[in-house]
T-cell receptor, first 114, second 115 residues
Framework: AQSVTQLDSQVPVFEEAPVELRCNYS??????LFWYVQYPNQGLQLLLK??????LVKGINGFEAEFNKSQTSFHLRKPSVHISDTAEYFC????????????FGKGTKLTVNP | ETGVTQTPRHLVMGMTNKKSLKCEQH?????MYWYKQSAKKPLELMFV???????ENNSVPSRFSPECPNSSHLFLHLHTLQPEDSALYLC??????????????FGPGTRLTVL
C-alpha cells in the first residue's frame, strides 16, 4: 500500500526567503507524484506533477520539485516566496497503472511573513 | 460558471436531519470524486464515479449515500450523521479514472457541521 509522509506540519518563512517543503512516499511499485495547494477557503489546485522523464519538474507560481527515486522523496521548492504563497500544500502519490486513487499526505501549512 | 462548483458552501445539521451536498463540473470530465477533509488528517477518498458508475467505495458508512445522475453532477446524501462527520467535503473531477496521470480539479468544498 502506498503512503505519503510530509515531515513538517507547519513552515513559517519570511517573504523573499527560499523554502523547501518535504515529502517522502512509500510504495512497492513505480509511482506518479503530485503537489497540490489549497488557499484559504478554496479547494485544492495542482501545482505540478511528475509522471516520467526529467526528475526536476517545474510548476505554476515559480514552484519546482525534484523526484529522487533512491530516497523516495519529492520535495517542493521555491527560491523566493511571496505573501500570496501562504497556503496549505499537499503531496500525493498514485501508483502507475492504477486508478485515479490519489493518496495524500497530511499537508504542510506554509506561512509567509512580511 | 467554470470549473467545479459545490453547494451549499456551509451546512449545519442535526444528527436526525437529512440533507444533500451538490457538486457540478463544467469541464466535460468523465470522472467525479468525493473526499472528506478533516483537521490534522490526510484527505480521505470516499467515492469515485466514472461515467456515472461507481468504481470506488472506500468503506464509507451507509449514512453517506452518493448519487451520480450524469457525468456533470454528483450528490452526497446525508442522514443520521454523527458529530465526528463534521468536516470539509470536497468534490473533484478528472478526465478519466484510468492510468493515474490525470489532474484532479477540486471544488471549494462544503463545510459541514453536525450538532
Amino acid at each position: 500500500a502506498q503512503s505519503v509522509t510530509q515531515l513538517d506540519s507547519q513552515v513559517p518563512v519570511f517573504e523573499e526567503a527560499p523554502v523547501e517543503l518535504r515529502c517522502n512516499y512509500s510504495s512497492s511499485v513505480s509511482v506518479y507524484l503530485f503537489w497540490y495547494v489549497q488557499y484559504p477557503n478554496q479547494g485544492l489546485q495542482l501545482l505540478l506533477k511528475y509522471l516520467s522523464g526529467s526528475t526536476l519538474v517545474k510548476g505554476i507560481n515559480g514552484f519546482e520539485a525534484e523526484f529522487n527515486k533512491s530516497q523516495t522523496s519529492f520535495h517542493l521548492r521555491k527560491p523566493s516566496v511571496h505573501i500570496s504563497d501562504t497556503a496549505e500544500y499537499f503531496c500525493a502519490v498514485n501508483d502507475k497503472g492504477g486508478s485515479e486513487k490519489l493518496v495524500f499526505g497530511k499537508g504542510t501549512k506554509l506561512t509567509v511573513n512580511p | 460558471e467554470t470549473g467545479v462548483t459545490q453547494t451549499p458552501r456551509h451546512l449545519v445539521m442535526g444528527m436526525t436531519n437529512k440533507k444533500s451536498l451538490k457538486c457540478e463540473q463544467h469541464l466535460g470530465h468523465n470522472a467525479m470524486y468525493w473526499y472528506k477533509q478533516s483537521a490534522k488528517k490526510p484527505l480521505e477518498l470516499m467515492f469515485v464515479y466514472s461515467l456515472e458508475e461507481r468504481v470506488e467505495n472506500n468503506s464509507v458508512p451507509s449514512r453517506f449515500s452518493p448519487e451520480c445522475p450524469n457525468s456533470s453532477h454528483l450528490f452526497l446524501h446525508l442522514h443520521t450523521l454523527q458529530p465526528e462527520d463534521s468536516a470539509l467535503y470536497l468534490c473533484a473531477s478528472s478526465q478519466d479514472t484510468s492510468g493515474g496521470t490525470d489532474t484532479q480539479y477540486f471544488g471549494p468544498g462544503t463545510r459541514l457541521t453536525v450538532l
